[in-house]
């Protein structure tokens, strides 16, 4: 069976992107090269920015879910760091509680805060 080994993200500016993901979720930045940089998740699963190739496109429309108990707090606390508000903290179908931001500095990229049902 596979499994996911790595999420690799298409940035202009993978620099900016992984300081400002650092700084709004505290995630440690293992690696920063300028075209090339990784972040250490508490999932375990690193997440890697690459500067686009010479005509490759750069990553659009992708949401990144994180699992938070309180999905309020999370909010606040991304806002807070410099995130921007996409959708307000709301309880959504099958009793889950969710609630989006964005990073100026990752174009593209969505993170849904949400608390797991059950």
Do not use: K, Y
């Not at 293992?30 to 999932?43: H, I, K, R, V």
């Not at 509680?97 to 174009?107: H, K, Q």
């Amino acid at each position: 069976m596979s499994a996911i080994r790595v999420v690799t993200v298409i940035l202009e500016d993978p620099s900016a992107a992984a300081q400002a993901l650092h700084r709004t979720f505290g995630w440690t930045v293992d690696s920063d090269f300028g075209t090339f940089a990784s972040l250490a998740l508490p999932t375990g699963i690193p997440l890697w920015i690459n500067a686009p190739a010479p005509g490759e496109s750069v990553t659009g429309h992708l949401v990144l879910h994180l699992s938070a108990d309180d999905v309020d707090a999370a909010f606040d606390q991304a806002v807070e760091r410099g995130a921007v508000a996409v959708r307000e903290p709301q309880d959504m179908d099958f009793g889950e509680r969710s609630a989006c931001v964005a990073v100026d500095a990752a174009p593209g990229l969505v993170f849904d805060f949400s608390r797991p049902i059950g």
